[in-house]
């Protein structure tokens, strides 16, 4: 149950709702299939293995003071081109027969036929995106590969909780910034090491861009990317590990993407667990303890966090 992104917002401390108030706020909206005409449907399913959502707390998985959700989202993969090429079809269809193509308002009310006809016909594609909350210290972590996505289940979760107060994790340094500091010194701060990958993008509207990937980052390939840095392209990803325990890709949107727990941590998890949950609570309960230590240090990195001020 790994994440393999992470969107970071923070909540208030200390944050109000208990984990009992919110399983019953999520209650009222969890997932049902698609109907037949909807195009997507969008809704809370219990983000443990083997657990029903009629069960009372199944949606509100906890270990310890990590909260776990898993929001699901339903899509029938009806492509806009099928829909075209058919209205077309049934356009020229009509032309033949009466000698005058369509109107506007015709091929409007066609191309609406042709969905509702498809749609119940098209295949379905379901997935789900996990959510970490840890009360406490003010963390709601979002296992989202986009701000985008991490904002769809930010207002589904506001729909539940309408009061909820949860805002993006902005630092002192830019993202960009601190990066390119980090590449232009040849080494990463205290706790980090750099890794094999980096994308440097120039500002101006060709977007020239440079990547390195699976390339060390080494005496052999720094002084190039120095001499694209005082060419004035920006870092806006860079690869980086964390205390031999965690590996990612940081942006320069404070994204964290492709999230590899590396070995010492998964064995960790392994160890004295038996059957498939235990197994997955450990992995959540050493998940979420490496956030928490992890987080201060990339926002210590970044200059800390900025506050309301």
């Given at each position: ?129 996990p959510l970490w909350i840890h009360a406490e210290r003010g963390f709601l972590g979002v296992g ?152 201060p240090d990339l926002f210590e990195a970044l200059g800390g966090e900025k506050t309301g001020e």
């Amino acid at each position: 149950m790994w994440f393999k992104n992470l969107q970071i917002y923070r909540l208030p401390i200390p944050f109000s709702v208990t984990r009992e108030e919110l399983f019953s706020a999520l209650a009222s909206g969890k997932f049902a299939a698609c109907g037949a005409l909807e195009a997507a449907s969008r809704g809370w399913v219990p983000p443990a293995p083997e657990r029903d959502d009629e069960e009372e707390d199944a949606l509100v998985h906890a270990v310890g003071k990590h909260w776990l959700l898993s929001l699901a989202t339903e899509t029938r993969l009806l492509p806009a081109s099928v829909v075209l090429q058919e209205t077309r079809a049934r356009a020229r269809k009509i032309t033949l027969e009466q000698g005058t193509p369509p109107g506007k308002k015709t091929l409007r009310d066609l191309k609406d036929q042709v969905r509702d006809e498809f749609l119940p016909r098209a295949f379905v594609c379901r997935r789900a995106m996990p959510l970490w909350i840890h009360a406490e210290r003010g963390f709601l972590g979002v296992g989202a590969a986009s701000l985008v996505k991490a904002e769809e289940a930010l207002e589904h979760l506001r729909k539940s909780l309408p009061n909820l107060s949860a805002s993006l994790t902005q630092t002192r340094v830019s993202p960009s910034a601190a990066m390119a500091d980090w590449l232009a010194a040849g080494e990463a701060p205290a706790g980090f090491t750099l890794d094999r990958e980096c994308e440097l993008k120039a500002a101006n509207e060709e977007r020239a861009a440079v990547r390195y990937v699976r390339h060390p980052l080494s005496d052999e390939t720094l002084p190039e990317i120095r001499a694209h840095l005082a060419a004035g392209k920006q870092p806006t990803r860079l690869a980086l590990t964390w205390k031999d325990r965690l590996a990612f890709v940081l942006t320069d949107k404070g994204e964290i993407k492709r999230l590899e727990f590396l070995d010492i941590l998964k064995e960790e998890a392994a160890q004295g667990a038996d059957g498939a949950a235990e197994i997955f609570d450990a992995e959540l309960a050493l998940m979420g303890e490496t956030f928490l230590r992890f987080l201060p240090d990339l926002f210590e990195a970044l200059g800390g966090e900025k506050t309301g001020e």
